[in-house]
Every structure is written in C-alpha cells, then in structure tokens.
C-alpha cells in the first residue's frame, strides 16, 4: 500500500500562544488511536516554533546556514503524519478528519503527498 506524508502547515502568527487547548489535544489523541488500529498512522509528531529551527541552503555552490525565526514565512510546517492508505483518496479522508478535530479559530493546511518508493 502507497505511503503518503501529510505536512501540517500552521500561522505561528496566529497561533494561540499557550498552544493547542488540553481538549484538542485528547481530541487528536483519540483520532491518532483510530488511525493506528486501523494501520494507517505510521509516525505523527508535531514540531519545535521556528525560532528553534536552522535552515541549510545549497546555492552557488556554497552552503549556508540560516537560524530562525524566519519571518519572511507566513505558513511553516508545524507537524506530520506518514500514513499508510490504499490510495491517496483515503489519505486525504483522515487528513481531512483531524483538521476537523480542530476549533473553528485555527488556520491549518495539510500538503499530502505520497512518498516515492525506491
């Protein structure tokens, strides 16, 4: 069965500065619980605020390295979730159920696209 990473992309902008409320997280627990049963949750994990991360670029021939916060980012990758789907329709199904878990106030986008097997 096709693999397909979902990338969760969020506002740091807007998001609530305490984080996710403890009730949407017991909501994304239980879905995440569903998912696994159902053998198509593979790895999920959310990820450090921008401000931690570090940006690696090769150009010219040359690296360089950037640290953040990258302000010039509306949208950054928050989290993700490697799934395991028959095809990328049913991806797209429980990709659209744990945006559902979220309240009305967030902003969240998930780019799902199905990983390349070698």
């Known amino acids: 069965m096709p693999r397909f990473l979902s990338m969760i992309r969020v506002d740091e902008q807007n998001a609530p500065a305490e984080g996710p409320s403890p009730e949407l997280m017991e909501r994304m627990g239980e879905l995440i619980e569903e998912m696994t049963k159902a053998g198509v949750m593979l790895d999920t ?9 570090t940006r690696v670029t090769w150009s010219g021939g040359k690296i360089s390295c950037t640290d953040g916060p990258f302000t010039e980012s509306k949208e950054v990758i928050g989290g993700y979730a490697l799934l395991q789907a028959k095809d990328k329709a049913e991806a797209l199904e429980w990709t659209k159920r744990f945006l559902r878990v979220h309240e009305e106030f967030w902003t969240i986008t998930c780019e799902v696209r199905e990983v390349v097997e070698p």
């Open 45 to 53: 994990a959310g990820l450090t605020p921008t401000s931690d991360g």
